[in-house]
């Protein structure tokens, strides 16, 4: 039975692929995924899936099995990243400064897949497959999906994703359970000094050479105050000023990201952001200029539930790969299906496919013009979605 469910998956591979390469070639940005929601919905609504708007430009459909049961929500996710395509694909992107760079393409053209897959054996599964097409992840869209009830009616008991996801070998799984993707904070911080002419540096307050102290001094946060076997990781990725190259800056904008593998509020050990502020401010006191601070959440820690690790290891993973195809593996990069385990408190687990290949022109990194998908490994993506659910709503 399995053998032939496969067989039936793999007779799939040209329809995923193209799903892929039409989205891929008609990327839209965060909340802006109105042609993505409209082929999604279509798609849906032919195999007899009734669907909802939710959150704008984001579509849940709901199979109902043949017999009462749980509710297991499968995510994939929608939207592009404002970058200009380089990566020379016949399917390039079509909107001049957005591509698809992070797989998003992929992930939406898997669960479609499996969608058709399981709406076929609806009489066996006892329970429902909520299937959430998400907008915006890369700006945590999901918390809009939460406030608006996406896990109720009915109420949710488990979620699973997956990510197509280059660092890792095509025909291998990257899962295990506990803190798998990074929490991360965007700070911005406003110096403000007193400008004047820089022949009498004196007469004026130098906000730049206080920069040039925060941006040295918060690292000893990551490698002097937080032990290394916590990951953290504090990076400056924009600086701007009002001055010249013969003018003393009034104000400096510093901007970047704190990123870390555990929880890090305040009343925890680590407290990355509170140690950040008082030392951020403590410098700019010394260099006797004004500050101030902004930390905006972006996504929090992916942790993975032990229980949906081993569930997925022990009844799905050997339908898909062997075992020594299956690795630990966890990164700091952020992801917002966090909103739907851990800070909701829905049990499940976030997958990881690798995707990286070389002779496909997949080895390039997430968010980057070149980036590429090794299109083989999207029946990987709808194999884990349908064994998934079949496996969870066997009873």
């Known amino acids: 039975m399995k053998k032939a ?10 329809e995923v692929v193209a799903l892929r390469r ?3 070639r008609h990327p839209e940005l965060g909340f802006q995924e109105h042609r993505t929601a409209a082929k999604v919905e279509e798609y849906l609504k032919e195999l007899g899936i009734p669907t909802e708007r939710i959150a704008g430009t984001g579509v849940v459909g709901l199979i109902k099995g043949s017999k009462p049961g749980k509710t297991l929500l499968l995510r994939a996710d929608m939207d592009a990243l404002p970058v200009q395509e380089a990566s020379g694909l016949p ?9 698809h760079a992070c797989g998003h393409d992929g992930h939406t053209a898997m669960l479609l897949v499996a ?6 054996r609806r009489d066996q599964l006892h329970g429902n497959v909520k299937l959430v097409f998400q907008p915006n992840e890369e700006s945590d869209g999901a918390i809009h999906l939460i406030r608006e009830g996406v896990l109720e009616s009915p109420k949710v008991d488990t979620a699973f994703a997956v990510h ?29 000094g007193k400008g004047g002419h820089s022949s009498a540096p004196q007469e004026g307050i130098d906000p730049i050479l206080c920069a040039a102290s925060v941006i040295q001094g918060v690292q000893a946060i990551q490698t002097r105050e937080i032990s290394s076997l916590d990951p953290t990781t504090i990076v400056f990725g924009k600086i701007t000023s009002d001055g010249a190259y013969n003018v003393i800056s009034g104000q400096v904008l510093l901007e970047g990201t704190l990123r870390y593998l555990y929880d890090g509020e ?6 990355p952001k509170k140690r950040f502020r008082r030392v951020v401010e403590g410098l700019c006191a010394a260099h006797n200029v004004g500050c101030e601070i902004e930390l905006i959440p972006s996504n929090y820690t992916v942790i993975n539930d032990a229980g949906s690790v081993a569930f997925l290891k022990e009844r799905v993973l050997p339908h898909i790969v062997a075992a020594d195809c299956i ?15 851990n800070r909701a408190g829905i049990p499940g687990a976030l997958v990881f496919i690798g995707t990286g290949n070389p002779a496909a022109g997949s080895h390039h990194a997430h968010h980057t013009a070149q ?24 009873e």
């Open 5 to 14: 469910l496969n067989d039936e998956i793999s007779a799939c591979f040209d």
């Open 91 to 99: 399917f390039t992107s079509e909107n001049p400064g957005v591509m």
């Open 327 to 341: 690795q630990p593996y966890c990164c700091m990069a952020g992801e917002d299906f966090s909103e739907f385990t």
């Open 371 to 394: 980036f590429n998908i090794d299109e083989a490994t999207l029946l990987d993506g709808v194999r884990l979605h349908v064994h998934t659910a079949l496996a969870y709503l066997s």
């Open 266 to 271: 305040d009343n925890t050990p680590q407290h």
């Open 164 to 192: 197509l996801w280059t660092p890792l070998p095509s025909g291998t799984i990257g899962l295990q359970a506990g803190p798998v993707m990074g929490e991360m904070f965007i700070f911005k911080i406003k110096l403000t």
């Open 22 to 24: 039409d989205f891929h």
């Open 115 to 120: 969608a058709k897959l399981l709406m076929a």
